[in-house]
């Protein structure tokens, strides 16, 4: 049967692609965009344009894989691409719409040391389009693509934990969300000034105006948070930053490594890839 003419938006999507998708990819993306139109449907119903607005925001950020590949020329492992469209939706609509960064214990630490895994993968693949320019003079040893990896990923971490925080005190939001801990050290608990730190342990209850907030602890405001998100990046990015290492280092030959590292085209690969894609697109 002729399928030349695109079934959807998502049809014309795939079609961007330089190499197709593997099936198992495409039954997640499929999964994931039915479950974000169903909510985005329920929220539109319910009259709630926050959630209508995440929804569009997460069906704008499932495209960006496609996107990308089209204008780089990179083919993104499937493993990769399944983790990140995983995250994306685990991040808008669980974390943010279904309350998960509340109520499910260490899901913003597990999103974040994914977040520092991936980001890694961008860095990479950035620095590794400009390694196979060839009209650019740009060649990095296999240690010091691995290292521009880990720092562009610590970057777009601690970029993220500074718009964080301006979000909370121009808008009056948390999404640096507070902890409960049971003592706190400062040298403003110090009476003689003389910068020596004092700590209160044992704190069990925390009093404003006299009424008790019943948490059962002090309330940290953002600190303690911020600073784990930050040091599970850290754990993401040196992950990825060593699996990029020796992907390069033995050519391409890792299977780990091939899973997860994207890989630039040649050009004549990409047309040669495109080709076969159509023809295979075809017989379908």
């Known amino acids: 049967m002729n399928s030349h003419k695109p079934r959807g938006l998502w049809s014309r999507l795939e ?17 994931v965009r039915l479950l974000v139109i169903a909510i985005l449907i329920h929220a539109i119903i319910d009259g709630n344009y926050e959630n209508v607005f995440t929804c569009l925001l997460t069906l704008f950020l499932l495209m960006l894989p496609v996107l990308v590949e089209h204008k780089f020329g990179i083919d993104i492992p499937s493993a990769l691409e399944i983790t990140l469209v995983l995250f994306i939706f685990a991040a808008e609509i669980l974390g943010e719409m279904q309350s998960y960064y509340v109520n499910v214990p260490h899901w913003d630490t597990m999103l974040h040391t994914i977040s520092g895994f991936i980001y890694a993968a961008v860095g990479f693949s950035m620095v590794d389009i400009l390694n196979k320019n060839k009209r650019i003079s740009f060649n990095l040893s296999p240690l010091s693509l691995a290292f521009v990896a880990f720092c562009f990923s610590m970057m777009i971490g601690a970029v993220w934990e500074i718009f964080e925080f301006s979000i909370d005190m121009l808008f009056n939001k948390d999404m640096q969300k507070d902890t409960i801990v049971h003592q706190i050290t400062s040298v403003m608990l110090d009476p003689t000034r003389s910068n020596i730190p004092v700590s209160i342990s044992g704190i069990n209850e925390v009093y404003i105006n006299g009424q008790p907030l019943g948490l059962g602890g002090y309330l940290d405001i953002g600190l303690i948070d911020t600073m784990k998100d930050l040091i599970v990046n ?51």
């Open 15 to 31: 079609k961007l692609r330089p190499v197709p998708e593997k099936r198992s990819t495409l039954i997640v993306y499929a999964i």
């Open 234 to 284: 850290f754990i993401g990015a040196v992950v990825f930053s060593i699996i990029g290492y020796f992907h390069v280092k033995n050519r391409g030959k890792s299977k780990l490594a091939k899973m997860f590292v994207p890989v630039v085209l040649d050009p004549e690969e990409t047309a040669a890839a495109g080709n076969s894609g159509e023809e295979r697109r075809e017989d379908n």
